[in-house]
């Protein structure tokens, strides 16, 4: 292995990068902006993966698929969110390629298949989806549409960063339609306390449930809905959103029901998603200078076992032991790896798993083997224990369950201890190029404050909390009436 | 509900696509040639991918995901498989929408957004991923690279068929990297004999395994070995694909090792893929006049409770029963679905779980109530027993085993039965016309005589079949000199 990853404290983004890069999470293809998730970062993305569906599952909702490309003429069909769009789209105008006369052996777009009508990339699916759900909607026995995909998305962004901002990413999206408008505000905020539930205790990562101001809101939308969480140097990253889409899309795309008196209306609509991005949130949140520091929720490995020996006989006598252990874990459904290569010394093993945020580590020597003992290794602290191997089952599972909710609480230390209030556009600036963390002051409620104070500072409102208590003051920036505070941070 | 289906007899192409649709397993969408999977289709499709995926990992691998885009100088490298995918290819040449000066509200592509490289949306992964192993590869410790990809490829088909061949696809694609040509060739095997389980005991779909003749290799692969089954109308389908890949892709993207001695070579490489054209297959292998007929191992709902009921009060009586029952079936592992809406008669559900092939029905009635009996009937074969619920479970689950066994025996004498042995030119053509199925004949070996037979007869052929005996014969086209017989059919 080669030397250490730059120290947060000293370098923070570039600790980022390399930490994606030496844990095997994922890496810049020579595709530009676009990555490839490497096994063990996809095992990861995996594991939400199951989590999520089961729960969106559980909530009523259905997956499907729908086309990858956008007709231009659809796409343009919800004005707003086509104006939100059109600057990041990848355009498929072409649908073959011919030898290239000139160079003998190279290809060339051959200029005779051009399309008659352009197809743009998703870079989200409601046009595509709403374009559907008029043919599906009928009647208000029709309704709710609960309809989840998982999918591959494409927008152009100029500057990018694994797993944070990369022109592909893949995420899952729910597109549901309504025959109230109750009913789909009910949607949203159920599927905002899907992902804060989520992100709290699968992630271990506190959030901040609330709505976003008019200028951050989704590109056709008329509410929308966010999780904000706290990242270690103080900026905030936007862990998932869910969205109320009005009859925007319903009115754009003609979709109609009759209701209980035959009456036509159009239906309401929500759509609500979480990307990859989530892979960066849960490595900034957590993880140290010596590497990962995975939940044990969402571990693709959360045990692994390192033998300590000199020779064949002494590797079989704690595989013996090493391997009825691994056994008993995994019948009480942990994930546990025995690495008996004799490739690698242990050193480099501990090392190689601290990198990689093994939330337990179990050493066994042949002096183990004597006692009847093995030592256990913390990822998140890194204390050490030797323990006796008599029960040590149930020791694991109780640490496990330990370390997912030690993991937590510090992040909700941090966040707390990076929270703060102030009362002057001094004190918001100062503790921005402080500290840094989430600021609640008061807003005057306009955009033009906003988008000024952005300029002067590169803080955004990350959202109006849900808990936002009416509290008159006087905005920080324009001194004028402010009904109450909201969350600002520089962010992802 | 609307008519029943087409009758296969009267129109096997027109039931096929009515069935799809009205089983809400998938339809066509706006866009070229891209199909919808609706819920009920995709969560087919989930079922096979967790089958699959659990056989995948068992055998050594991992998942990854690889950029949607395939850069041109990157997909030309390897020419014969830029060549054999050349002329199907979506291609992405701008990266911007601008709003049309000539149209309010209309967007154009930007001619200035024009990429200076164009894209290619992957057909097939194997430049991307060969590309990507270049700098994962440089000692024999690096392999064997044991890799998956569950992902969505576009191919610009000119005549689509909804699940059978589609513009855009879901598919999962290994790409596998070995230090000999030994090791590859055995992975080669190795998948294809996980395919055909997955086939045989999953989809119930008795598949042929072989060797593909040049003519019908993967473009870039030194070897295709496939399964194929037989569909009711005679005709086959290639149910999965594994290329020996030989050297071909490591040259093309110079992937290289130093083996033990610390002498550098290239690596072996493999690759294999089902899509979902495996949902065409089973809805086509196994189907009837009155719709779907699922295995158990892949329906979604496994059994349904329909009750049958007069007024609130017996509908809470018989729920009581129906919901014990479901939860009982549940503890077992038996995907159940009691369908108590008041919105349908008996009758209507009766059919439209027919329609969908849901392999177990459970009438319960007041009379079956006073009895201590339900009636059950099976989707494959349409008889109906009265049962007692005293038991009911064990029946249940062995009814579902010999339902799966039973479809796939009905499946394996169709195709023995559409097996045809021939030993003249004149009797080839005479079955293909007739019955059609798979025919026996002996063939010289040449490309030429194949593409002949192809033109003359549209019949290609399938498979150098596995279990292929030496036996030498006359070739039924050209006359000479044959080491044995190869399978022919008309194909999807």
Known sequence: ?????????????????????????????????????????????????????????????????????????????????????????AVVTHYRLKNDP?????????????LEEELVVRPTSEAIIWNTYKNWVQSYRDLPLLINQWANVVRWEMRTRLFLRTAEFLWQEGHTAHATKEEALEEVKKMLDVYADFAENFMALPVVKGVKSENERFAGAEETYCIEALMQDGKALQAGTSHFLGQNFAKAFDVKFSDKTNKLEYVWGTSWGVSTRLMGALIMAHSDDEGLVLPPNLAPIQVVIVPIFKGEEQLAKISDKASALKKALEARGISVKFDATDKFTPGFKFAEY??????????????????????????????????????????????????????????????????????????????????????????????????????????????????????????????????GRVLFARAY
């Open 1 to 89: 292995m080669s030397k250490g990853l730059p120290k947060r404290s000293e370098n923070y983004s570039e600790w980022y990068n390399e930490l994606v890069k030496r844990a095997d999470l994922a890496e810049n293809s020579d595709v530009r902006g676009c990555m490839v998730i490497k096994p063990y970062g996809y095992a990861i993305w995996e594991k939400m993966q199951a989590v999520l569906d089961k729960k969106f599952k559980e909530t009523g909702h259905s997956n499907a698929y729908f086309p990858l490309f956008v007709p231009k003429s659809l796409f343009e069909a919800e004005e707003k969110n086509a104006e939100g769009f059109a600057k990041e789209c």
């Open 102 to 114: 000139a160079k003998p052996g190279k290809l060339m777009v051959d200029p005779e298949a051009r």
């Open 354 to 483: 601290e990198l990689k945020g093994v939330p337990l580590r179990i050493a066994m020597g042949p002096r183990d083997l004597e006692n009847g003992t093995a030592e256990l290794a913390r990822r998140d602290t890194k204390t050490k224990e030797t323990v006796a191997l008599e029960g040590i089952e149930q020791k694991i599972e109780s640490l496990l369950a330990e370390i997912q909710q030690s993991i937590y609480t510090k992040a909700l230390q941090y966040r707390n201890d990076n929270t703060t209030v102030v009362n002057s556009f001094e004190e918001f600036k100062k503790t921005l190029d402080g500290k840094g963390g989430f600021v609640l002051a008061h807003w005057d409620g306009t955009s033009e404050t906003e988008e000024k104070i952005k300029e002067e500072t590169k803080a955004t409102i990350r959202c109006i909390p849900l808990d936002f208590k009416e509290e008159s003051g006087t905005c920080v920036y324009s001194g004028k009436p402010s009904k």
